[in-house]
């Protein structure tokens, strides 16, 4: 009731104000754009080296912006967990997701793209706070046959418009697919809506051409020096340009915030031909190594950010969801814990703030960075079955005793490294220095108050069943894309990673 509330006297101050009755509007809210790009590297952007022409458009908005050099992911995979079809769960109704809250101030909330929180009807984002979609619960996974395992649906808002591989194609012999195009101009369309309306908006852009298989339009095919993954950078680059262009066309950017980033770190099983970078750091993403967790990460406000700055305040991709709602002057909930901090002071005001990154692999606590220390507990990169199948998460990135085909413990001399003099976590320090103590002594501190005050959540993503699969997602009568599930055989998840 209070979101409907909220958005019938923004528009019944806009007819007052329209009918000249003498009221006068308070400043709009910010429009907020959140760009998270899908397996994109550390490596991938021309900010971080010399200039490149493979990215001149996020090369630009680092230039106006605020670059965060030292910024995370909080899982080293695309989604909370690892989430096929078969998965029954997804997004709980307890959670408050940043539209939803966004609501309250009269936001207009668009998702375009992967949504990755559970595919069926009562995790859908219309019912989480979002009030359009256009894009897939999953990855464009795929081809399947539609008799063992369904093609994965595309929906506009409630119904299913098509599945990848149908009625939107992606050849994986050429990487051809117009997804991104699509994409780009639903997030133009959905900007213009909104100004028109004079309405504030928050767009969630989650596109997915740089997840192998890795697709680009015709126009984009060859014309990367890094192949088709290349090909796939360069389209979204061109794209994040036409968006932010248009902000500036219509008047909106100096109230408008936008952030890059990437959903983890590259995937270099899928490289060289279609994964990309992690530049200094090891491994890749599924690991808790900062190839696997480190993230490109850019701030755009023009008039409000300095541009030109880099922040080297350590943040994460969760600071998101407070930052956003400080942009919209609202206070997170306070009934819950939250664990994002407001990045604002760091990028208005330059201030750097002290604070952990933890890294998590499902339930362990495999590592923590304080400062430029790193220390980790767990080490693992995946098991000696895969790796001797040729999966290989470090490829030429072999330290003894630091990639592990077993997962090994550290928790009562952990490695630490220190990731200023040595970003590729290659050199652990030794154990009888004084600085190893000092270190591990901050370190300790922080893991025994963060393991004290932690409330374990409940496993939403535990219990698979075939019959839940994408079969006949709304709107597939109209189609005729109906599939007939299978038996319907509820059992525990198997995790393969």
Not at 40 to 60: A, H, K
Not at 178 to 184: E, S
Not at 264 to 282: D, E, T, V
Not at 330 to 344: Q, T, Y
Request: charged share 20%; hydrophobic share 35%.
């Amino acid at each position: 009731m209070a979101a409907v509330a909220a958005e019938t006297r923004w528009q019944l101050l806009l007819v007052l104000s329209a009918a000249g009755l003498g009221v006068t509007l308070a400043p709009q809210p910010p429009n907020i754009l959140l760009l998270v790009m899908d397996d994109m590297g550390w490596g991938d952007l021309g900010v971080y080296g010399e200039p490149s022409r493979e990215t001149p458009n996020l090369d630009q908005m680092a230039a106006e912006g605020m670059l965060f050099p030292n910024f995370y992911t909080a899982n080293p995979l695309c989604s909370p967990s690892y989430t096929p079809q078969e998965v029954v769960g997804g997004i709980p109704d307890s959670e408050h997701l940043l539209p939803e809250l966004l609501r309250t101030a009269g936001y207009a909330s668009k998702i375009v793209g992967k949504w990755h929180l559970g595919h069926r009807p009562q995790f859908h984002p219309l019912k989480h706070g979002f009030d359009e979609w256009f894009g897939s619960p999953n990855c464009h996974f795929g081809p399947y046959d539609n008799k063992a395992r369904p093609n994965i649906p595309v929906y506009r808002d409630w119904e299913m418009v098509g599945r990848y591989y149908e009625e939107f194609p992606i050849n994986l012999r050429t990487g051809e697919a117009n997804l991104t195009q699509i994409y780009v101009q639903e997030a133009l369309d959905f900007i213009k809506r909104q100004q028109a309306a004079r309405r504030p908006f928050f767009l969630y852009w989650a596109v997915d051409a740089t997840h192998a298989p890795v697709y680009a339009s015709r126009p984009f095919l060859g014309s990367s020096q890094r192949g088709r993954y290349g090909d796939a950078v360069r389209e979204i680059d061109a794209g994040i340009g036409r968006v932010l262009r248009l902000l500036r066309d219509l008047g909106v950017a100096e109230n408008t915030f936008v952030f890059f980033t990437s959903d983890n770190g590259a995937a270099l099983i899928s490289a060289p031909k279609q994964g990309g970078s992690n530049g200094p750091f090891l491994c890749g993403k599924q690991t808790t190594f900062e190839g696997g967790m480190r993230e490109p990460a850019i701030a755009w406000w023009p008039g409000r950010i300095p541009a030109g700055q880099v922040s080297h305040q350590l943040g994460s991709i969760m600071d998101l969801f407070t930052t956003s709602l400080s942009v919209a002057g609202l206070e997170p909930p306070s009934d819950r814990a939250i664990d994002g901090l407001d990045l604002l002071p760091a990028m208005l005001q330059g201030r750097l703030m002290d604070r952990p990154i933890f890294y998590y692999r499902g339930n362990t606590l495999m590592a923590v960075t304080l400062g430029q220390y790193k220390a980790h507990f767990w080490t693992w990169t995946n098991s000696w079955e895969e790796f001797r199948q040729g999966v290989d998460f470090c490829p030429g990135q072999n330290i003894s005793g630091v990639t592990t085909h077993t997962q090994e413990e550290h928790t009562k001399l952990p490695l630490i490294f220190h990731l200023g003099r040595d970003p590729g976590e290659r050199y652990p320090l030794s154990v009888a220095s004084t600085e190893y103590l000092d270190a591990l002594h901050r370190i300790t501190s922080v893991v025994r108050q963060h393991q004290e005050t932690l409330v374990p959540g409940q496993p939403q993503l535990n219990v698979c069943n075939q019959a839940v699969m994408n079969w006949a997602p709304p709107g597939c009568e109209k189609l005729g894309k109906c599939l007939e599930p299978p038996e319907s055989v509820p059992e525990k998840c198997s995790w393969p990673h």
